[in-house]
C-alpha cells in the first residue's frame, strides 16, 4: 500500500496570552497514515484541531514536534507543493471578478505560461459544472456554487493529493449533493481526497476512511468497513393502510410518522423483527415502499468512542 500522507506524532502549541504566557495543544502527538486513492473524513467538533492539521500540512503554521510528509516526503519540500491541491474553510473570492477570471489569476500564480492558464481553467470549471455561469460575476454565485468554484481552485494543477477543508458547510441538499458526486469522481480517478466535516453524517456518504479527532486527540482512524457500527432497529415505509390497520398490526402510535401521499415511516426497534411486520401489513393490502436498517450514525459511534476513551 503506497501512503500519500502520514502524520507522525505531529503537535502544536499555540501561544497564546500576553508574552504567549499560556499554551493550548490545538493537535496533540497525532499519528495517522492516509493510503493513497483513500477519501478520509476528517471528523471531529468545533475546535478539535481540523483546520490545524491542514495549515500544518500546507506549511501555513510549523508543528511544535513531530512530523508530515506528502507523497513520501517532507511538507517543506519544493517538488510536493505541486502535486498537492486545498480548499481552504469558508472560501471567498473576489466577488467582481468572473469565475473564469479567477481561475485564470490562480493559473498565473502557480506559474503556468499565458496560453495555458486560460485552457486549464475551461477545463476546471468544466468538470465542477460550471458552465454557462463562467462570465458571471462570484458576487451573484450561490455558496454551492462558490464551493465549485472552489473546488476547481483547487484542481488547478491536477492533484494527487487534495485536501478540502469543510467542503459541505453553508451548502443546501442539492450543494451537498453536488461536491459528494464531484469527490466520488476524484476518487475515481485515483485521487486521495482528505475531507474535514463536523457534521459526521456527511463522512458515511462519501468516505472510505474516517479519523475522528477529539480535543486535538485522535480518538480513532481506519476504514469505514472496520467500524463496527452497530444496526439500531429499521425503518419501513409503507402505503395504502390507514392508522388502525398499522395498530391492529402491533404498531405503536408513537413508532409511526405520516408523510404526503397517505405514506407512513415506521420505527421498527430491534425487538420487532421487520419480516413478520411486512407481511401482517402486505395481507391488509399494504404497499411496502421500502425498507432500511438503521444504523448507528457515526455521531453515535463517536460519542461512544469518546465516552469509552475517557
Ligand atoms: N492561531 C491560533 N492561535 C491560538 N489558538 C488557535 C489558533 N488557531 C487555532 N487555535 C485553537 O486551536 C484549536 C483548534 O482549532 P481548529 O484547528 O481551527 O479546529 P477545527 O478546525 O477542528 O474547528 C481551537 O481551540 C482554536 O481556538
Ligand atoms: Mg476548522
Redesign the pocket.
Known sequence: MMRAVRLSDLSKT?R?GFWGARG?C??DRVSLDVPQGAVLGYL??????????F?LLLQL?HPTSGAAEILGRPVGDPAVRHRVGFLP?GARFYDSCTAEEFLVYVAGLFGYPAAERRQRAALQLDRVGIGAERRRRLGTYSRGMLQRVGIAQALLNDPEVLFL??PMTGLDPLGRSDVRNLILALRNEGRTVWI?S?VLSEAEAVCSHVAI?NR?RLAVAGSIADLDLDVRGWELVVAGVGESQLAACGIADRRVTSIADGRHVIDLPLEQPPERVVVELARRGARIVSLNPRHETLEDYFLRRVHEDA
Open positions: 499555540f497564546t493550548h490545538a493537535l471531529g467538533p468545533n475546535g478539535a484541531g481540523k483546520t490545524t492539521t495549515r503554521v474553510e477543508d469543510e474535514s463536523h479527532l486535538g
